[in-house]
């Protein structure tokens, strides 16, 4: 083992509770906050989510004035059953993101996808329009 794996902390991270948050979801069941990036383009602004485990009917996405609302709820139960033993686990867990935008978006022409646990979605820049709107995952 070496010395850096017993350090519960990276003290050259940007983020200082970063590896503290990473360190406490292994005790907690319940809301995540997934990790996001977002990329600011000529003419849409990208938001990219890691969020493992979630299945796109699970996922809900709305847009507000200034910013986008990630949700999604996972349920997984496991049974196992042998001649000696029987197990049975049970998981749930939310996410919730609210993510302040850059530029004000359009909600029209606004698209999302769901691949191997990343959410992509991709959002065409607008002056201000006031409202809210949900987006579909394709």
């Known amino acids: 083992m070496k010395i850096k794996d017993m ?4 003290p050259m991270e940007i983020d200082p509770f970063a ?3 990473r360190f406490m979801r292994g005790f907690s069941q319940g809301i995540d906050y997934p990790n996001i990036d977002i990329i600011n ?5 990208i938001l990219v989510a890691d969020m493992p485990g979630v299945d796109k009917k699970d996922v ?12 999604a709820h996972v349920s ?3 049974k196992d059953e042998g001649k000696n033993y029987y ?8 996410y919730y993101r ?6 004000p978006v359009k909600k029209e022409g606004s698209k999302a996808t769901l691949k191997n646990g990343t959410l992509r979605l991709e959002l065409k ?7 809210d709107s949900d987006v579909k995952i394709e």
Do not use: H, W
């Open 125 to 131: 820049k607008n002056d201000a329009e006031n409202g």
């Open 19 to 21: 590896s503290f948050n």
């Open 41 to 45: 383009e000529k003419d849409k602004v």
């Open 60 to 71: 809900k996405i709305k847009i507000k004035e200034n910013s986008v609302v990630l949700s």
């Open 87 to 94: 197990r049975e686990e049970r998981t749930y867990e939310d």
């Open 98 to 103: 609210e993510v302040p935008l850059p530029v």
């Open 7 to 10: 350090v519960p902390f990276n």
């Open 76 to 78: 997984n139960e496991l």
